[in-house]
């Protein structure tokens, strides 16, 4: 078996990117202080500042080529004792605990973002679950993963899947033993590759069709999920609002009783970095946070505004 030289902390299927990620760098910022000293060779008559700043920026180019080449393999293996200066060398979906996002699209500065390996019947799982933000729930998904059928998965990889969701859908196709749901499952994927969405015929199919009858969510891919409610009133959280991250206050848990579809799993929550004004300063300040999105943080980890914002709130719960 081939040694693998990351010590597991990095996906299997992106070992051979961490590699020319680290190779790539490397000789980058090499070529830019090479770039940098020959700029001083052939300048002529400019100010000293300027005289001065390429050699400089050129040692600065070489310093980061060092880091790379030298210290690059060694921070991966060390994962996670310096966690924070490694995702600012390499992309986060690279390592074992990272969520992968569909704009990563480069690896370092120039990698590949596609997976190393087709999503198949056998991997579908895995690979769609890769998607969900919540770390705490991709390791529940992996742990329980007899527990999710093909709707289920459909399910994720329609809220959290972009550019590889007619993949997983295609690899379920595979995977079900239902006459329904293929056909469910490929008037999807012809919707996916026309319109991007789920059309008025396939809702009305998976309507008429669904063996559950009033069972069931109102709209196709849209499943119950069974999920842990892992946090607790007073919790303080992170998630991802677009790239920023943001921090909030866990109000109410979910009433599971009351779950009929995939948007009714969510935390009732309080954003921490609000203007908290007025009367109504909780009712401005609440969102609705989906269990799969969400991951438990510390109070270490705000702002001063947030720190202020967090006592307002448990004073008014």
Not at 127 to 146: G, L
Not at 169 to 195: C, P, R, W, Y
Request: aromatic share 12%.
């Amino acid at each position: 078996m081939k040694k693998d030289p990351f010590n597991g902390k990095i996906r299997p299927q992106y070992i051979g990117d961490a590699m020319f990620a680290i190779g790539l760098a490397t000789f980058l910022w090499f070529a830019l202080g090479i770039g940098f000293l020959l700029m001083v060779v052939l300048t002529h008559n400019q100010p000293l500042g300027v005289l001065i700043g390429f050699p400089i920026a050129s040692a600065f180019s070489f310093a980061f080529a060092l880091l790379y080449l030298i210290f690059g393999p060694r921070i991966i293996r060390s994962y996670p004792k310096h966690k924070r200066i490694a995702h600012l060398m390499f992309k986060e979906y690279l390592f074992e605990d990272g969520t992968v996002r569909e704009d990563d699209i480069f690896a370092l500065i120039i990698g590949k973002r596609e997976f190393s390996k087709d999503i198949t019947a056998s991997n579908v799982l895995v690979e769609t679950a890769i998607y969900v933000p919540s770390k705490r729930i991709r390791q529940f998904i992996y742990e329980h993963r007899d527990q999710y059928n093909v709707l289920h998965i459909a399910t994720i990889a329609a809220e959290y899947m972009k550019t590889r969701k007619i993949e997983a859908f295609k690899a379920l196709i595979d995977m079900s033993n239902s006459q329904f749901e293929k056909e469910l499952l490929q008037m999807a994927v012809m919707d996916f590759e026309k319109k991007k969405r789920i059309s008025n015929e396939t809702l009305q199919f998976y309507l008429d069709n669904d063996p559950r009858k009033n069972q069931k969510p109102n709209v196709p891919f849209c499943e119950v999920l069974p999920l842990p409610i892992f946090l607790k009133k007073g919790d303080i959280v992170r998630y991802k609002d677009g790239r920023k991250t943001r921090h909030a206050i866990i109000g109410e848990i979910p009433d599971e009783k009351k779950y009929i579809d995939f948007s009714d799993q969510v935390y009732l929550a309080y954003a921490l970095d609000k203007t908290l004004d007025g009367d109504n300063f909780l009712f401005d300040a609440h969102l609705h946070l989906h269990i799969c999105d969400i991951n438990k943080t510390v109070s270490s980890k705000l702002t001063q505004q947030e720190l202020d914002n967090l006592e307002k709130i448990k004073k008014a719960l």
